[in-house]
């Protein structure tokens, strides 16, 4: 059965990842209000910028709609900013605290390949975050210079960088694949 996974589109770049989410056969959806989120399989909080995130979901009321989804087990996919919105300081679905562009500004984008799972990923990080702090129940899946750029705590997995960018399919992968709701 295809899955629908609703992409946060307050801000950001949500195409990019609807268009691999149809070329692995889900449905997706874009998610601006509290109805939006009605009967998803899974979630995509993508890139963007996370101050304008910040300001769209408070003007929404959609901060506790969105905790509340998680919350209940629904596999969740943060990318970059959208790791920045599931950390303590956010939406607190994460027991992470991240560093918004800790790796520097635009002129300091940059592309690398880690590995995740054994898979190998060609990542894009653009003014992209890093985590300065990891919670005790927070699993580390790939680093850059010794700094944390992919975890997963239960049903979030939350990267620095924009696989959507890169083609990339194996994080949206494992996000249909979840267990979740």
């Known amino acids: 059965m295809p899955k629908t996974v609703g992409i946060l589109a307050l801000q950001g770049g949500f195409e990019a990842h609807a268009k691999i989410l149809r070329r692995l056969g889900a449905t997706p959806r874009e998610v601006r ?3 939006d989120l009605a009967g998803l399989d899974a979630l995509i909080i993508p890139g963007g910028e996370s ?7 408070a003007r929404e009321n959609l901060a506790e709609p969105l905790r509340a989804l998680i919350g209940q087990g629904t596999p969740t996919l943060g990318t970059c900013a959208g790791m920045i919105m599931l950390d303590r300081d956010h939406l607190g679905m994460l027991d992470v605290r991240t560093e918004r562009n800790a790796f520097g500004r635009q002129l300091h984008s940059f592309e690398a390949d880690l590995e995740i799972q ?7 990080f653009i003014r992209a975050p890093w985590v300065a702090d990891v919670g005790a129940d927070v699993e580390v899946l790939a680093r850059v210079d010794e700094h944390p750029v992919a975890v997963r705590q239960g049903n979030v997995i939350a990267v620095a960088f924009h696989p959507e960018l890169a083609g990339e399919t194996h994080l949206h ?5 979840s267990n979740g709701r």
């Open 33 to 35: 209000t509290e109805a």
């Open 118 to 124: 054994g898979q190998p990923i060609h990542a894009v």
């Open 173 to 177: 992968e494992l996000l249909l694949s």
């Open 51 to 57: 101050t304008v995130m910040t300001l769209g979901i």
